[in-house]
């Protein structure tokens, strides 16, 4: 399913998309707040795109590269991640290239996927979880209407650095 915004066109993710993936998530200042460090080798970043792609043909989660109309400039991706069919919940997480920050991409492209998940696939709830100390992506959520629900110690184990992490939630 394509989905349109007023700047931005957002197709499922593909294998073919592994090598427009690779240079944000080798960006050590993209990756700073993500649960895995930058990825230096090309085939893991491509190892990680063919294991989207099978958790979308499973049902599991859904994967959009963000891009241009206009160019056709890919810009990023965004995700829905483990899908609850039976509570219609899901969580959600965005990734844009340094050179498209502040350009209210990442909004617009979350502000279509929460359209699409109320609408299209009928659920309820959402979640979304940052790193403390990503005042960026917590401005996207304040900005979707995501509301603090959480704080969780020590959440992630990013390179045995145990890091702590806040949930935000929105009810549609
Ligand atoms: C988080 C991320 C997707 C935001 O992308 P983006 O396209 O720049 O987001 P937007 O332009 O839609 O909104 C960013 C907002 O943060 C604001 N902002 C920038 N730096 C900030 C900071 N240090 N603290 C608080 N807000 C900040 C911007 O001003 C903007 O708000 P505004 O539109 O009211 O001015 C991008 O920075 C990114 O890819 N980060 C790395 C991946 C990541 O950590 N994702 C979050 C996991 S869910």
Known sequence: MILETERLSLTPLTLEDA???YPFMSD???MAHWDRAAIEDPDEVAAAVASQVAEMEERRAMYWGIRLTKTGRFLGYCELLD????????????IVAREGWGRGYATEAA??????????????RMIARTHVGDGRAEKVLQKL???QEG???????RD????????F????
């Open 83 to 94: 899908l609850d069919w039976r509570h219609h919940r899901c969580e959600l997480g965005f």
């Open 151 to 157: 704080y969780l110690k020590g959440h992630v184990d």
């Open 145 to 147: 209407g995501f509301e």
């Open 111 to 124: 502000a279509a996927l929460l359209a699409y998940c109320a609408s299209t696939l009928g659920l309820k």
């Open 19 to 21: 090598p427009l993936v």
């Open 169 to 172: 939630g929105l009810l549609f």
């Open 160 to 167: 045995g650095e145990r890091r702590d992490c806040r949930i």
């Open 28 to 30: 050590p200042e993209v």
